[in-house]
């Protein structure tokens, strides 16, 4: 709630009730010649001044008022209808390997990077709907499509606890230790069938080689090809350092720096072919720093269409100045006999 004015420029008007009391009007009396005489003998008077004060007041409030003084707001009005995005993220072992910069010259692992960049990539998107897919040997809808991002964001720190959990005992994770490409795609497809959105988007995450030897193993290119004829475009992240190392303890418990095995890269000519056949595009995210930049191209490919509308609710607020105005001015004049005296 702001104060202001309709028509500030009519505030100039103010210097007329600075005249009032800068200006001493001469009195005719003065010309008489018995005048300063006196002036001499009676106690000079304060009423000329009361009197110029009521009236410079007076003239103060009217100028306020047709000033128009108003209370109120600028009420932004936005339309809440944005793009379907469906962040699907690679759930399986080798997120834990910490080849990623951290920004700060440390080490970070795969997890920790993509799940701060997935947060900070939400917060962008205020006017969209947003869900969450993670996948391993299978895939599970974490969170379905909603506007309420802080419920995404609680899902994907819920989602990052557990499995740093199961990895901390030794076990494979939450779905799996593998990378099963197009169960993941084809998971977040089942929750993107809503025709009347502005635009429909997955942004599939992943660290590794598509696991083909999975039993329940789905070809991550017939899911792409689902993908495009439902109108809905892919794009890839492919996360790690291709050239990158990991760290590991020996049998001393000492920590050696190791170069990464292939399985363990992640296979950005396969995760072209899937985009492409999607209409998006694949993007190679080494570190921290990478994978924001990576997110930020992604926001600038997939803009929210957005429905803004301002209006002004502001009430007037002039009537009291106005009749405060007016009868001070009234009561200056009434009074003036009274207040005559020796200035």
């Not at 009197?51 to 103060?60: D, E, H, P, S, V």
């Not at 660290?207 to 809905?232: E, F």
């Not at 995210?285 to 600038?300: H, P, Y």
Request: charged share 25%; hydrophobic share 45%; with cysteine.
């Amino acid at each position: 709630m702001i104060f202001r004015f309709a028509d500030p420029w009519l505030l100039c008007g103010l210097i007329l009730p600075l005249l009032v009391l800068i200006l001493r009007p001469s009195r005719g009396a003065a010309a008489f010649g018995a005048f300063p005489l006196a002036a001499q003998v009676l106690r000079p008077s304060r009423g000329p001044v009361v009197q110029r004060l009521l009236l410079a007041l007076g003239l103060t409030l009217l100028v306020i008022a047709v000033a128009r003084p108003q209370y109120g707001k600028t009420v932004v009005e936005r339309a809440q209808a944005g793009r379907d995005l469906m962040l699907v993220i690679d759930l399986s072992g080798s997120m834990q390997i910490d080849d990623m910069d951290d920004g700060k010259g440390g080490r970070a692992d795969r997890m920790a990077a993509v799940v701060n960049a997935a947060k900070a990539f939400i917060t962008k998107r205020a006017d969209d709907r947003i869900g969450l897919v993670f996948f391993g040997d299978n895939a599970l809808t974490s969170c379905p499509l909603t506007y309420d991002h802080e419920t995404v964001r609680q899902f994907l720190d819920r989602t990052e606890r557990q499995q740093r959990d199961l990895w901390a005992k030794d076990q494979q994770g939450l779905l799996g230790g593998n990378t099963n490409l197009g169960l993941g795609l084809g998971t977040a497809l089942k929750a993107m069938r809503d025709p009347n959105a502005k635009g429909r988007a997955i942004i599939l995450i992943t660290d590794g080689v598509d696991s083909r030897q999975l039993r329940q193993w789905v070809d991550p290119l017939l899911a792409a090809r689902q993908a495009d004829r439902l109108g809905v475009r892919v794009h890839g992240i492919g996360v790690g350092n291709p050239q990158g190392t990991r760290t590991a303890r020996d049998m001393f418990g000492r920590i050696q720096v190791i170069p990464l095995q292939g399985e363990l890269l992640p296979d950005l000519s396969r995760l072209d072919a899937i985009t492409r056949l999607a209409d998006g595009k694949a993007f190679a995210a080494n570190d921290k720093k990478g994978l924001d930049e990576v997110f930020s191209r992604i926001d600038a490919l997939e803009p929210t269409p957005r429905t803004v509308r301002e209006r002004d609710d502001f009430a007037d607020r002039w009537f009291w100045c106005l009749a405060a105005g007016l009868a001070l001015s009234a009561l200056a004049l009434a009074l003036e006999p009274r207040l005559r005296g020796v200035p």
